[in-house]
């Protein structure tokens, strides 16, 4: 096969997808180098899912004008690749009458950066639309277009877009080195080695790494893990809005807000780490989420929990995305520094490095291009007729695999044989929600592991959670022999 | 589509259920809806004997016991659809989907709830560490290893000491795994005694009590836990910590009825038991709608299940044929010092089939105690025994004629010697 491409972007995550998917509306070969198994495995899995208004970053810096364009882009992106997206608006709250000024400057930031509708509620005004909120509440900056969004399926969705029309993806591809060859890159790999005229670098908490093997103008990143605790969907409704406390310098602070899919969502902390691909969730993260979540919202029943977990944030000294052609290495493009609003911002960020990139390479716009997607069928989100027409033709469809969140087995069959499918365990829940309930997948991974087995022709032995040397079980009994 | 009862779910709880309801009135139209590809539930995987001791005189694996009744079913043509799954719950109807029928409503004279329980996860235990393959529920590990015929790992910690944990401990062992240690956060174990003689003692399986997993660590696969001592208050204690090499990690650390539809029905549910609040028949705060096994209290012996369901079955075709509820005054059960709930909670003396077994679970371990029953305050059964732990659900038995005097609140409660 020919390993030379017009653009290799390294990382599957948010960034490199939305990336993928603008480059793929010009005329060029395009390669995403994956080192994990899926899509969505680094930073992209684990944070809040929020869709931020824009208040939050310093005018006229890219978080700033990334996060409003973003935002901007969203509603129409979700319509696109058919993935939800609620605007339930968010809150900030001041629970202390010495911190009003601080709402106040938020505001401003807010007005400047362009942010529409914001609006500065009293007490009174903020219980009436979110009457489990504190007593304490002083007053708040209300946001009515922040929202709500998986971030897996809009990174999946992206990335299933970008292949459809004709880019290419390579998982379990680590990148070792970069090096400008003429007027071309090589990327080795510890599988292959590619060359292109342009990388963009989108390596989350290791796009320092990239970038300073190829630029003599060095960067840091810190990975700053955010734990979070998920509760069961039964508390729907108990906040209805993103709620934030007043910012720090660490970040946002630990929110409570409702999940697109109705779960209630609590955290994160902001802990620098040494070890950029582990993130342990600890016991003192959990103690702090649960800390900071009563201090904004009361009674808060912390008590059904489903599950904890924790991300990495790839915080970069200068607290500044780095969207650029590195200095002094023609045709390198990095996204460095990519932490909240990135969620929000990576529609906007893939538009802009695309341009960037097309405008070096002399790229020109391909006269067809699809950027409709289909998600997975869900056969309890389509009304009773529609149904009942599918159960009819595809029986599987009828048949509930994860009892939780009622998934069958046609969309775990549709997760695993779609273009990008899922190889694991982990990438079928991020694809169905299978297993994401409140029995953690403990009556469905059998079964999904059964399916994946099935469809792939692999033995049960070698399905794994997530890919690597994540095997579930290690081989038959000994009297099955 | 149309049935007499509905039975919402076809393990044990189910199964017994029907069977008595038929036997109750063999002109009814009983459906089971049962979301498995078989009926038996929970049975099926539990391939050890200890079954049925109470219920046929004698010692049966737990898919011997289940098709006991299977048989049954089938001599008294009782309907049953399988890999159907109930999204709703009335009192005069139910919603399942399946690949058949697709979505389907049967309209109804009585449900009988019997969804059976599911184990509480990893995640709702705040257990710190990494995530990776290896860390399963105790009756997750049960079904891969007995039903699948897949093995979960070499070497084993078991976080909690509820029964299928130790069951699982021994299991485990004989398919020539290295159980390394069972962690119990309490000072006392939550499983039977028979089964840690039998299933950690007779191994050599250390069991220690007052002790937790603080985290666990590996990437891909586990490979070790921190174990560490905890004090009064669950906390673990600084400088116990011990490491632990294991590629698995099993969670036995309790059962939760699965009261999702229960809840949305409007049934009431008692915090102590997260099951729906009975009366001696079985029956919910909704008329008409009936709960019994694990969905409304988490047993230890199945034998205890099928009893409990049989008469939830027979009071619910006796519902249908009476169309509705007899009258009459109600007893209310209440549970005192040191006990967490009783089954049922209210008796009508019109509607007793003969004498009054109410089961109950102790809040901690008692030795040399009292169990007391007091009718409206009044001594009535004073009875030693030498422990009563949570681990084993209690009962007590009352004549139906001491009841004919009808006090009208009947207190159990445990008094320490």
């Not at chain 2, 109807?93 to 049967?106: D, I, L, Q, R």
Request: glycine share 10%; hydrophobic share 35%; with cysteine.
């Amino acid at each position: 096969m020919d390993n030379s491409f017009d653009v290799i972007i390294i990382g599957a995550g948010v960034t490199g997808c939305a990336a993928a998917r603008e480059l793929s509306r010009y005329n060029c070969s395009v390669l995403v180098i994956e080192k994990d198994e899926d899509i969505c495995c680094g930073t992209s899995k684990a944070n809040s899912g929020i869709v931020h208004a824009g208040y939050d970053a310093k005018p006229g810096t890219l978080k700033a004008k990334m996060n409003i364009r973003g935002n901007e882009m969203m509603t129409s992106l979700c319509e696109d690749l058919d993935i939800p997206f609620k605007r339930i608006g968010s809150l900030v709250v001041c629970t202390d009458e010495a911190n009003r000024e601080g709402i106040d400057e938020l505001y401003e930031r807010g007005i400047t950066n362009g942010v529409p509708g914001l609006k500065i509620l009293g007490k009174d005004g903020v219980k009436k639309i979110e009457p489990n909120i504190s007593d304490d509440v002083v007053c708040a900056l209300y946001a009515p277009t922040a929202g709500v969004i998986c971030p897996f399926r809009l990174n999946i969705a992206m990335g299933e877009c970008a292949e459809q029309n004709g880019v290419i993806f390579k998982f379990d591809t680590k990148v070792n080195d970069i090096r400008r060859t003429g007027d071309l890159w090589t990327v080795v790999t510890d599988k292959d080695t590619y060359s292109a005229r342009a990388v963009l670098n989108a390596a989350g908490c290791h796009a320092d790494e990239l970038h300073n093997l190829v630029s003599d103008r060095k960067y840091h990143i810190t990975a700053r893990r955010g734990d979070y605790m998920l509760l069961d969907r039964s508390l729907d409704g108990f906040v209805e809005h993103i709620i934030f406390p007043q910012p720090t310098k660490m970040g946002k602070g630990i929110l409570v807000t409702p999940t697109v899919h109705g779960n209630t969502l609590v955290g994160p902390t902001a802990i620098d780490t040494d070890d950029k691909d582990e993130a342990p969730v600890t016991s003192e993260g959990l103690s702090k989420v649960q800390e900071g979540a009563v201090k904004n919202v009361k009674g808060l029943p912390l008590k059904q929990v489903i599950t904890g977990f924790s991300g990495l944030r790839a915080h970069e000294d200068g607290g500044e995305f780095i969207l650029e052609e590195a200095e002094g290495c023609p045709g390198f493009f990095d996204c460095v520094g990519i932490e909240s609003p990135g969620l929000t911002a990576c529609p906007a960020i893939g538009e802009y490095m695309a341009s960037l990139i097309s405008a070096k390479l002399g790229l020109t716009k391909k006269d067809t291009w699809n950027g409709i997607c289909r998600d997975v069928i869900k056969p309890f989100e389509l009304p009773a007729e529609d149904r009942a027409a599918l159960i009819s033709e595809h029986p599987e469809y009828g048949r509930i695999i994860c009892r939780c969140e009622t998934i069958t087995e046609g969309e775990i069959i549709d997760s695993i044989r779609r273009p990008l499918g899922a190889k694991s365990l982990d990438g079928v829940k991020r694809r169905t929600r299978a297993g994401m309930g409140r029995c953690q997948g403990g009556f469905c991974s059998p079964r999904v592991m059964e399916i994946l087995s099935r469809e792939t022709g692999l033995p049960l032995d070698s399905i794994t959670k997530s890919g690597g040397d994540s095997q579930i079980v290690i081989g038959r009994t000994k009297d099955e022999g | 589509m149309k049935a007499d009862i509905v039975i919402v779910g076809g393990g044990p709880a189910g199964l017994a259920a029907a069977i008595a309801a038929a036997k109750e009135d063999n002109t009814l139209d009983i459906l089971i809806l049962e979301r498995d590809h078989e009926l038996g539930g929970i049975l099926n995987q539990c391939i050890h004997n200890g079954f049925g001791l109470h219920t046929f005189n004698e010692e049966l694996t737990g898919p011997e016991y289940a098709a006991r009744f299977e048989s049954q079913l089938d001599e008294l043509g009782i309907r049953y659809m399988l890999d159907t799954m109930v999204l709703d719950v009335s009192s005069n109807s139910v919603t399942a989907v399946n690949s058949k029928e697709g979505v389907f409503t049967v309209e109804c004279g009585a449900v009988v709830l019997c969804m059976g329980c599911r184990e509480r996860p990893r995640g709702a235990l705040n257990i710190p560490g990494l995530r990776p393959a290896g860390v399963f529920t105790a009756g997750t590990a049960q079904r891969l290893v007995n039903i699948e015929g897949y093995m979960p790992g070499k070497e084993v910690v078991i976080l909690g000491s509820g029964d299928i944990g130790l069951i699982m401990a021994r299991r485990m062992t004989l398919e020539g795994a290295k159980v390394k240690a069972v962690c119990e956060l309490m000072p006392y174990s939550g499983g039977l005694k028979r089964n840690i003689v039998q299933c950690l003692d007779d191994f050599d399986i250390p069991l220690l009590l007052s002790h937790t997993v603080i985290d666990i660590k590996g990437k891909e696969r586990v490979t070790s836990v921190v174990i560490a001592e905890v004090d009064e208050r669950a906390k673990p204690i600084p400088g116990t910590e011990q490491e632990i090499s294991c590629d698995t990690l099993l969670l036995s650390c309790g059962l939760i009825p699965e009261n999702e539809l229960s809840r949305e029905a409007g049934v009431e549910i008692n915090p102590a038991t997260n099951g729906p609040v009975v009366n001696e028949s079985f029956e919910t705060s909704i008329p008409g709608v009936f709960a019994c096994g694990n969905v409304l209290h988490v047993h230890d012996l199945v034998d205890y299940v099928s009893e409990e369901s049989g008469r939830a079955g027979r009071s619910a075709a006796r519902y249908v044929k009476n169309k509705g509820n007899g009258s009459g005054p109600v007893i209310k059960v209440k549970n005192g010092a040191g006990v967490r709930y009783t089954v049922p909670s209210s008796v009508r003396t019109s509607e007793l089939e003969g004498d009054l077994i109410i089961r109950f679970r102790s809040g901690g371990v008692y030795r040399d105690s009292y169990i007391d029953v007091l009718f409206d305050g009044v001594s009535k059964i004073h009875r030693r025994k030498p422990i009563i732990t949570p681990g084993e659900m209690e009962q007590v038995i009352l004549k139906n004629e001491d009841l004919e005097q009808a006090p009208s609140e009947i207190l159990i409660r445990i008094t320490e010697n």
